[in-house]
């Protein structure tokens, strides 16, 4: 990101946020941090900031944005994933050991539900 548009982006949060105000020093601080970050993106989380805070942002809060958003959709599963996981589990056998454990777990349940044994 250039610092041009650096500008751009202190220029957008004053419009949004009228106490916002930057000089010189603002403008080469967030400058050398948001070099390697990409304008496009950074301006878009801003927007999606904007929309959900009511205090200008700080520099991190853009950053982390785009952060924020890439680890969410990560840990969500597209529909092919969840298909996977899905039928994996259906191949799945329970061990005689899981088995028993169910049966057990069944008759505490009938006993407090206060029902006789299967026929």
């Not at 990101?1 to 105000?21: D, P």
């Amino acid at each position: 990101m250039t610092k041009a548009e650096t500008l751009e982006l202190l220029k957008l949060i004053k419009t949004y946020y009228e106490h916002f105000e930057f000089d010189q020093t603002k403008l080469d601080g967030w400058a050398r941090i948001l070099k390697p970050e990409n304008y496009e993106r950074i301006e878009a989380n801003l927007i999606v900031y904007v929309k959900y805070n009511q205090f200008p942002p700080k520099v991190a809060d853009l950053i982390k944005a785009k952060e924020a958003r890439t680890d969410r959709s990560a840990a969500i599963p597209n529909i092919e994933e969840t298909q996977s996981y899905l039928s994996e589990l259906d191949k799945a056998e329970p061990t005689q050991e899981e088995l028993e454990q169910i049966e057990q777990h069944k008759a505490k349940i009938r006993k407090l539900l206060g029902i006789g044994e299967p026929s």
